[in-house]
Nanobody, 123 residues
């Protein structure tokens, strides 16, 4: 079992920044990929970003490319999502997820999920 705990959500004005963190615990001894997804009210959960074990491979949805950066600190079993130049359409609950597949962009590839952290971007 792997447990994931997100933090760092909140309210930010358009154009502002937030950094989300996700701490993993439990059976994390193997190489694993991490990802961030989000779900806005009334919409399906969508892929935001993913990162490989080494951090050398990063993948982004077109909607966030150039504005968001995913990174990880394996010594701390923590993954981050730095969000800059935020827009009202970034408003959603953000979830981190754990996958035994590195760089996966499909939610079906992720085995464990956090409870989510809410992000609201005001215009």
């Amino acid at each position: 079992q792997v447990q994931l705990a997100e933090s760092g959500g909140g309210l930010v004005q358009a154009g502002g920044s937030l950094r989300l963190s996700c701490a993993a615990s439990g059976r994390t001894f193997s190489r694993y990929g991490m990802g961030w997804f989000r779900q806005a009210p009334g919409l399906e959960r969508e892929f935001v970003a993913a990162i490989s074990w080494s951090g050398g491979g990063t993948y982004y949805a077109d909607s966030v490319k150039g504005r968001f950066t995913i990174s990880r600190d394996n010594a701390k079993n923590t993954v981050y999502l730095q969000m800059n130049s935020m827009k009202p359409e970034d408003t959603a609950v953000y979830y981190c997820a754990f996958s035994y597949v590195e760089g996966a962009t499909r939610s079906q590839a992720y085995s464990y999920w956090g409870r989510g952290t809410e992000v609201t971007v005001s215009s």
